[in-house]
């Protein structure tokens, strides 16, 4: 039994454990009952104060978690980020037979604007195109992430070709469409190009590290094919995921 009071000079509540022992006498009844009383309570609020701590130190990780997996120029995940995302909707995607699509996203002659304008200038243009990036991916289960370079990726589960294709429509018009600014000067207006590539869903037998690799080349295939149509233009892979490349017959669609 717990017995609470409060102690009148330091105001603290006191708690007791108690503990009965019966006492018999030489026929076997029980002629009284002794009592022992245990003051726990620097116990008990000692680990009310662990606790606190380790709530505390709980958020601190989560937090440098956070950072840890945060490109600090864009806001977006970065490389690390992203595979942890990726690694993890894959999974559920193939457990739920869900589809799954991923787009590379390249600025369109990048070097040149930051010839032109400089590296500061560069890193300011970087920064606004992930914030396009990010107000275009609304939806709480999706991923943009900062690739490398002027390169970006967005991971799209339960998302099919057709809606791959939609999200990144939708980016390309708003990156178009915006001023990129620096130091209140106005800059040129940069395009992407976006390759595309996904699955209806994954095969059970599939290793998922050779389908992440082979979803990631596909969508590089596409890239490149829209690069090389004249650039501000999105490609489909359309081929199966996870069957054999052939450069020569790629299947890819505008």
């Not at 991923?143 to 057709?162: H, K, M, Q, S, Y």
Request: charged fraction near 25%.
């Amino acid at each position: 039994m717990l017995i609470s009071c409060i102690d009148y000079r330091s105001k603290l509540p006191i708690r007791w454990k108690s503990q009965a022992t019966p006492l018999p006498s030489v026929s076997g009844e029980t002629i009284a009952t002794f009592v022992t009383l245990t003051d726990i309570s620097p116990f008990k609020r000692r680990i009310a104060d662990l606790s606190g701590k380790y709530e505390k130190l709980q958020s601190f990780n989560t937090k440098l978690q956070e950072l840890a997996e945060t490109d600090a120029l864009t806001g977006l995940a970065n490389r690390r980020g992203m595979e942890r995302f990726v690694c993890t909707e894959m999974r559920r995607c193939r457990r739920e037979e869900r589809p799954l699509s991923v787009a590379l996203i390249d600025i369109d002659y990048f070097k040149h604007f930051n010839d032109r304008f400089g590296h500061l200038a560069g890193d300011c243009a970087l920064h606004q195109v992930g914030g396009v990036i990010q107000q275009s991916i609304r939806r709480p289960g999706d991923c943009g992430a900062r690739f490398g370079g002027e390169e970006f990726i967005v991971i799209l589960p339960d998302t099919d070709l057709a809606g791959a294709q939609h999200v990144c429509a939708t980016i390309q018009r708003a990156i178009s469409a915006r001023a990129i600014t620096y130091e209140s000067r106005p800059c040129e207006n940069l395009t992407v190009s976006i390759g595309i590539s996904g699955t209806s869903k994954i095969a059970r037998d599939l290793d998922l590290t050779v389908f992440r690799e082979a979803l990631f080349r596909a969508a590089d295939l596409a890239l490149y094919d829209a690069k090389g149509a004249g650039r501000n233009s999105i490609r489909i892979w359309q081929k199966q995921i996870g069957a054999p490349f052939l450069p020569d017959v790629e299947p890819l669609l505008p």
